[in-house]
């Protein structure tokens, strides 16, 4: 994967902007914007806190029987066992990333927005985003090019993060739970913004032009081959093993903050 600076990346999205008007780029979340995983932080921020409800006990217990793992009668040691099925491989991505957005049943959505607002600013979200992902975002601001942000982490703590880099909420494509009469249920709206699902997810918020699409991740591999531009940030390995599916990806030189 060749590794190119920024000044070459936004040449290359300019050139695009000239050929077609109205377009859009996409980035990932969490190791793309911003170091670290923002619905983890939101995850134990909520463990800590103790403050999984009731409304989500029999929906954990009925996650972890699917996948082997030992109920236990309080909630919270029950999250903590799921996270680290998850960590050892037990548990698939896409369910945890489902059950960190629906383990705030209960919550009303306000209550959950606000509790994300204090994790972001707890966790110093400002002080993890990465810079080279910062002055593409800020190229793209002053371009008139709209950004949006399109991650399987818990919708709330995503618009919260995203503030830090200069994007709205309105441009966030997250994880949502469903809510019915004011407060937040044990499901969660699909497609959830993960693998095939990213561009799934974006594609009903949007048809314009894909200029370039930012991740570091493997489930980012959908998102980055509908993109024009596809870039690397910061890639994990699991994205480096797989780039030679994509021979058109580029990995974004990492500056300093």
């Not at 300019?14 to 780029?25: A, F, I, M």
């Not at 989500?56 to 799921?82: C, I, K």
């Not at 949502?176 to 693998?195: A, D, I, M, N, Q």
Request: glycine share 8%; net charge negative.
């Amino acid at each position: 994967m060749r590794i190119e600076r920024v000044e070459e990346t936004l040449e290359r999205i300019r050139r695009e902007v000239e050929r077609t008007p109205d377009g859009v780029l996409a980035f990932d979340g969490d190791g793309t914007l911003w170091s670290g995983d923002v619905g983890d932080d939101l995850f134990m921020a909520l463990l800590e806190h103790g403050g999984v409800r009731p409304e989500a006990r029999v929906a954990l217990e009925q996650l972890g029987a699917r996948h082997g793992v030992e109920s236990h009668p309080d909630a919270v040691t029950l999250a903590h066992a799921l996270f680290k099925a998850f960590e050892a491989g037990r548990l698939p991505e896409k369910d945890t990333y489902e059950m960190m957005a629906w383990i705030f049943a209960g919550w009303h959505e306000e209550e959950m927005r606000g509790f994300a607002l204090d994790v972001v600013a707890r966790r110093g979200v400002a002080g993890r985003v990465h810079p080279e992902a910062r002055r593409v975002v800020e190229w793209a601001r002053g371009q008139g090019v709209d950004c949006y942000v399109v991650s399987a982490s818990p919708r709330a703590v995503v618009e919260a993060a995203v503030r830090e880099v200069g994007i709205t909420p309105d441009f966030v494509v997250a994880c949502t739970p469903k809510e019915e009469g004011g407060r937040l249920l044990t499901s969660v709206f699909e497609p959830v913004p993960y693998g095939p699902g990213k561009v799934n997810s974006l594609r009903l918020r949007t048809n314009r032009p894909l200029y370039a699409a930012f991740g570091d991740n493997v489930f980012d591999l959908e998102l980055l081959a509908a993109s024009r531009v596809p870039v690397a940030i910061r890639p994990k390995a699991r994205l480096r093993d797989r780039a030679a599916e994509l021979p058109a990806l580029v990995q974004l030189h990492p500056e300093e903050a």
